[in-house]
T-cell receptor, first 113, second 117 residues
Framework: GENVEQHPSTLSVQEGDSAVIKCTYSDSASNYFPWYKQELGKGPQLIIDIRSNVGEKKDQRIAVTLNKTAKHFSLHITETQPEDSAVYFCAVTGGTGFQKLVFGTGTRLLVSP | GAVVSQHPSWVICKSGTSVKIECRSLDFQATTMFWYRQFPKQSLMLMATSNEGSKATYEQGVEKDKFLINHASLTLSTLTVTSAHPEDSSFYIC?????????????FGEGSRLTVL
């Protein structure tokens, strides 16, 4: 089955800095790559996603890049703010696991003022 | 937007009792819903896929007689933890996809925290 690795597990940055989180996956048939933000005690919230026919997608301060050849994709947050502090999960679906999301292990991002 | 609501948001029960958690899609119809379990500081683990009008498909290692799933309508799926024990204490989260429109995008509920004493 699909295997998703996520790094780093924790990331501390100063307000205004950029943060990058990377995920690698194993199933080359996977075709949908969402990123979720989870605040304490809440469910995951989709913040950005990308499909296999696109290499990069941007939404204000958030961007995602996808390298299908290398089977990895990354979340980029620029001009970080304290309210960006949360746990971020990457996920992968498609291919042999129709609609079944396989989650990464999560990255705890802490943005210090 | 697409809203998924879970109820209750938290529940405390005694060991041996059963607990039901509801997952509702408020403004869209969901043919398929998914149930996840999340332990503290860990990722979401898929427990089962719930399809409206049919039996749920459970992931390997998940006891179907322990975690009963019913998806009786296009807007409601329920998870019943039967004869709960302390090790069942966890954060349970559901997600749903829109009927007839596969985009891969899933909408998540706010989660239900179960504590078994």
């Amino acid at each position: 089955g699909e295997n998703v690795e996520q790094h780093p597990s924790t990331l501390s940055v100063q307000e205004g800095d950029s943060a990058v989180i990377k995920c690698t996956y194993s199933d080359s048939a996977s075709n949908y790559f969402p990123w979720y933000k989870q605040e304490l005690g809440k469910g995951p919230q989709l913040i950005i996603d990308i499909r296999s026919n696109v290499g990069e997608k941007k939404d204000q301060r958030i961007a995602v890049t996808l390298n299908k050849t290398a089977k990895h994709f990354s979340l980029h947050i620029t001009e970080t703010q304290p309210e960006d502090s949360a746990v971020y999960f990457c996920a992968v679906t498609g291919g042999t696991g129709f609609q079944k999301l396989v989650f990464g292990t999560g990255t705890r991002l802490l943005v210090s003022p | 937007g697409a809203v998924v609501s879970q109820h209750p948001s938290w529940v405390i029960c005694k060991s041996g009792t059963s607990v039901k958690i509801e997952c509702r899609s408020l403004d869209f119809q969901a043919t398929t819903m998914f149930w996840y379990r999340q332990f503290p500081k860990q990722s979401l683990m898929l427990m089962a896929t719930s399809n409206e009008g049919s039996k749920a498909t459970y992931e390997q290692g998940v006891e179907k007689d322990k975690f009963l799933i019913n998806h009786a309508s296009l807007t409601l799926s329920t998870l019943t933890v039967t004869s709960a024990h302390p090790e069942d204490s966890s954060f349970y989260i559901c997600s749903a996809s829109r009927s007839g429109r596969y985009t891969g995008e899933l909408f998540f509920g706010e989660g239900s925290r179960l504590t078994v004493l």
